[in-house]
């Protein structure tokens, strides 16, 4: 990774990772659009905003570049990709960012702000088993202001399907085999990349000390994270949004 003369090219990473996430997921960019149009439709241009799971800040990153006024906290536990936000947005006032792990009942003790307009999350509550997750969404119930919106866009599978499944399956993974062909990034190529910045080579030691090669969790069904979320205190819940692997779950305070 290239090198400006104040140091570590963060923006280079962040833009690294999202291409490596693209060869997963080629219509990331889709979903971003649809989950702010709802911010926008649901609480308005200016929103403050929590980045569940952030990773990187991918969701900040688009949410201040179509809202200039918005704020955004974003919380996540990877020290490595915690790196990278707290590098890309470096002086911007409009972002804080938390270290928490979100299977701690007091996780939300370490936020700034008691409520949110919206709270957004992609691509990342699938390492949580169903339990945990229930019990995150009742504790998000808390957090989203009434009136206010939470998404989910993430990999939500029908066990109802199993040959559309399998032919969706074969037919992606031929399309990453010419991607990486042509010399697409894949997820352990990317981590071993940022194991050899001296920037990353230690929070991503430490990373992976805490969620090994890669996190467990489950998939359960969209119609499960509606069900979920209105139980779980939510007015309204349903799917906004879906690809063949993909579904974006949207619920109204």
């Known amino acids: 990774m290239t090198e400006t003369a104040q140091g570590t090219d963060w923006r280079a990473w962040q833009e690294s990772w999202d291409r490596q996430q693209e060869w997963y ?21 200016a929103p403050r905003v929590l980045d569940l799971a952030c990773g990187t800040g991918s969701i900040t990153d688009r949410l201040l570049r179509r809202f200039p006024d918005a704020v955004s906290t974003g919380v996540d536990l990877d020290p490595a990709l915690l790196a990278i936000a707290r590098g890309t947005f ?4 409009r972002v804080t960012l938390v270290t928490a792990d979100l299977t701690d009942p007091a996780w939300v003790d370490a936020l700034p702000h008691r409520q949110y307009d919206a709270v957004l999350t992609a691509t990342a509550l699938h390492w949580l088993f169903a339990g945990p997750l229930a019990t995150l969404y009742r504790q998000l119930a808390g957090v989203v202001r009434e009136g206010g919106v939470f998404a989910n866009a993430d990999h939500m599978i029908d066990l109802s399907t199993p040959r559309i499944n399998a ?19 894949d997820w352990a190529q990317w981590w071993a990349l940022a194991a050899r910045d001296p920037a990353l080579a230690e929070p991503t030691a ?9 996190a467990d969790g489950e998939m359960p069904s969209a119609q499960w994270h509606v069900q979920t979320l209105r139980t779980a205190g939510f007015a309204e819940a349903r799917t906004v949004w879906a690809s063949p692997t993909d579904t974006m779950v949207l619920a109204l305070r």
Request: no cysteine.
């Open 25 to 45: 997921m080629p219509d990331r960019e889709e979903r971003f659009a649809v989950m702010l149009d709802m911010v926008e439709a649901t609480v308005g241009p």
């Open 90 to 93: 470096a002086g911007d006032e």
């Open 167 to 185: 032919a969706e399956r074969a037919h992606r993974h031929a399309r990453q085999d010419r991607a990486k062909e042509a010399g697409a990034l």
């Open 206 to 214: 430490r990373r992976f000390e805490i969620y090994g090669e890669h």
